[in-house]
């Protein structure tokens, strides 16, 4: 069978971009359907044109039954897909409309800001920071294959790399690797690694001694420019008008730059649509949060490095109680590091236990009632009020659940405290509530989702 009219499998394709985009990440999404498109289909073979290589290949490797299945969906006459190298220059009007899922309304800027890490050599990198000791999970296999890809072709590849993800999950390890792994290829290259921060500050010292040209001067002569965490641009208006001929100049020239953020472009606020365009415009790839396995291997993989002899236990017992964040997990090593050498043995898993639960509850301290509650309604999208409200409204009464089941598993709150703050409730309907949330965040992988970002809201 063949289908010659275009626009049958322009709309067949578009079908099943649908279905794939619910099923992949944002990050994935954009950079591997973004630039595709079905060329033709011939006997049951649909031949898709991808923009190169990299993205050839990768898509065979991880998506070909994936886009098969959603093709056959449709059309069940399809047998196979074949991928044809077909460079376009990227069309963002096809671009599928971006679905934000959840906007922060914390400012992360305060809580962000005490970990960025510098290392006082001329370009900043931190030795420590290589690929030889960062573990691979899928997790982050997509930002760890296009930082590689970037070490192989610096500047021609893909620019800028984007690389977003949560707080404590590898990018400032991952860009300075990058930074790390060119210099080791050639000492000649000129190398800057450097935070949002950072650059806005040197912007304004600049602007207030009239030294604004060499400013720029200094930023352009780099061959890679590693700029972490910019979603501190936000709102700066006049830092991100600076930024943006920084970034044309090293462009144009064909020189690398990289970047992170702690959210995807479109979600940072107040980003000039230009700039928001150019970070989209090379590679993105986000990372998440690593599976439990990837949890295992990179506490085993730190304690060796500690010569730090844990048992098995020990580590699925960390392994599991810290889900969403590598720093704390490594943070949480030290502290069990310094505990046993200072007692000169190892330690018990009930100790293990204890250390935590002392640890983990001072974060989680900071956050207050109405910090709780802004984020639940910020979250589901209703007021504040109608948290508290004495409405059986559906979309009022699971927000008030979840509220009331992170009170009590969080922050320990008893249920005749929690029915207090909750305008007078009775005991035992807290309890119903903490009892149905805790079954149906067993069941319900949507339920489990929301959760998991609200704590991550308020947590990290
Ligand atoms: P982010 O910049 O995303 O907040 P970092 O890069 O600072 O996170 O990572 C936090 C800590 O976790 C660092 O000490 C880093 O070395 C470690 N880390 C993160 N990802 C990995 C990984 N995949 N393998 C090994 N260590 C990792
Ligand atoms: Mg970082």
Same mark, same amino acid.
């Given at each position: 069978?063949?289908?010659?009219?275009?626009?049958?499998?322009?709309?067949?394709?578009?079908?099943?971009?649908?279905?794939?985009?619910?099923?992949?990440?944002?990050?994935?999404?954009?950079?591997?359907?973004?630039?595709?498109?079905?060329?033709?289909?011939?006997?049951?073979?649909?031949?898709?044109?991808?923009?190169?290589?990299?993205?050839?290949?990768?898509?065979?490797?991880?998506?070909?039954?994936?886009?098969?299945?959603?093709?056959?969906?449709?059309?069940?006459?399809?047998?196979?897909?074949?991928?044809?190298?077909?460079?376009?220059?990227?069309?963002?009007?096809?671009?599928?409309?971006?679905?934000?899922?959840?906007?922060?309304?914390?400012?992360?800027?305060?809580?962000?800001?005490?970990?960025?890490?510098?290392?006082?050599?001329?370009?900043?990198l931190?030795?420590?920071y290589?690929?030889?000791?960062?573990?691979?999970? =899928?997790?982050?296999?997509?930002a760890?294959?296009?930082a590689?890809?970037?070490?192989?072709?610096?500047?021609?590849?893909?620019?800028?790399l984007?690389i977003?993800?949560?707080?404590?999950?590898g990018k400032t390890h991952l860009l300075q690797a990058i930074g790390?792994?060119?210099?080791?290829?050639?000492?000649?290259?000129?190398?800057?690694y450097?935070?949002?921060?950072?650059?806005?500050?040197?912007?304004?010292?600049?602007?207030?001694?009239?030294?604004?040209?060499?400013?720029?001067? #200094?930023?352009?002569?780099?061959?890679?420019?590693i700029i972490d965490?910019?979603?501190?641009?936000?709102?700066?208006?006049?830092?991100?008008?600076?930024?943006?001929?920084?970034?044309?100049?090293?462009?144009?020239?064909?020189?690398?730059?990289i970047l992170s953020?702690?959210? =995807?472009?479109?979600?940072?606020?107040?980003?000039?649509?230009?700039?928001?365009?150019?970070?989209?415009?090379?590679?993105?790839?986000?990372?998440?949060?690593?599976?439990?396995?990837?949890?295992?291997?990179?506490?085993?993989?730190?304690?060796?490095?500690?010569?730090?002899?844990?048992?098995?236990?020990?580590?699925?017992?960390?392994?599991?109680?810290?889900? #969403?964040?590598?720093?704390?997990?490594?943070?949480?090593?030290?502290?069990?590091?310094?505990?046993?050498?200072?007692?000169?043995?190892?330690?018990?898993?009930?100790?293990?236990?204890?250390?935590?639960?002392?640890?983990?509850?001072?974060?989680?301290?900071?956050?207050?009632?109405?910090?709780?509650?802004?984020?639940? =309604?910020?979250?589901?999208?209703?007021?504040?009020?109608?948290?508290?409200?004495?409405?059986?409204?559906?979309?009022?009464?699971?927000?008030?659940?979840?509220?009331?089941?992170?009170?009590?598993?969080?922050? #320990?709150?008893?249920?005749?405290?929690?029915?207090?703050?909750?305008?007078?409730?009775?005991?035992?309907?807290?309890?119903?509530?903490?009892?149905?949330?805790?079954?149906?965040?067993?069941?319900?992988?949507?339920?489990?989702?929301?959760?998991?970002?609200?704590?991550?809201?308020?947590?990290?």
């Open positions: 069978m063949e289908t010659e009219n275009i626009f049958d499998v322009d709309k067949l394709w578009r079908k099943a971009l649908v279905e794939i985009e619910l099923l992949v990440s944002r990050a994935n999404f954009v950079t591997w359907f973004q630039n595709t498109k079905i060329n033709y289909l011939k006997d049951g073979v649909i031949f898709l044109n991808v923009p190169n290589s990299f993205a050839k290949e990768w898509i065979q490797k991880k998506y070909d039954k994936f886009i098969l299945k959603s093709l056959r969906r449709i059309d069940p006459s399809i047998r196979s897909i074949d991928y044809i190298i077909h460079s376009n220059p990227i069309d963002t009007e096809r671009r599928a409309p971006i679905k934000q899922v959840f906007k922060k309304t914390e400012d992360t800027q305060d809580t962000q800001l005490e970990f960025t890490e510098f290392y006082e050599t001329k370009d900043s931190n030795p420590k290589v690929f030889d000791n960062f573990i691979i999970g =899928s997790f982050n296999e997509l760890h294959a296009a590689i890809a970037v070490t192989k072709k610096l500047g021609l590849a893909y620019n800028p984007f977003y993800g949560g707080v404590g999950l790390n792994e060119i210099k080791k290829q050639n000492q000649n290259t000129r190398i800057k450097t935070t949002t921060e950072r650059f806005t500050n040197e912007y304004i010292q600049s602007l207030k001694t009239n030294r604004m040209y060499e400013f720029k001067n #200094n930023y352009i002569q780099y061959d890679l420019l965490d910019i979603q501190f641009l936000a709102k700066k208006t006049k830092t991100q008008e600076e930024f943006f001929h920084v970034f044309n100049a090293l462009y144009e020239n064909n020189k690398q730059i953020s702690d959210r =995807s472009p479109k979600s940072i606020p107040d980003l000039e649509e230009r700039l928001r365009s150019r970070f989209e415009g090379g590679m993105m790839a986000d990372v998440s949060e690593p599976e439990y396995e990837s949890r295992v291997a990179i506490l085993s993989s730190k304690a060796q490095e500690k010569n730090f002899d844990l048992s098995k236990e020990a580590i699925d017992y960390i392994a599991s109680s810290i889900k #969403n964040n590598i720093r704390e997990l490594e943070g949480f090593l030290n502290i069990l590091l310094a505990q046993s050498r200072l007692l000169n043995r190892s330690l018990s898993i009930n100790e293990i236990e204890d250390l935590f639960k002392k640890t983990s509850t001072k974060s989680k301290k900071k956050v207050t009632f109405n910090q709780i509650i802004k984020t639940i =309604s910020d979250f589901y999208e209703i007021k504040e009020q109608n948290i508290f409200e004495k409405s059986r409204k559906k979309e009022f009464v699971l927000p008030r659940q979840v509220a009331m089941y992170i009170l009590r598993k969080d922050f #320990n709150g008893s249920y005749p405290y929690i029915g207090q703050k909750f305008g007078g409730k009775d005991h035992t309907t807290v309890m119903h509530a903490c009892e149905k949330i805790s079954k149906d965040n067993k069941n319900d992988q949507k339920l489990k989702n929301d959760i998991q970002m609200i704590r991550d809201c308020l947590y990290k």
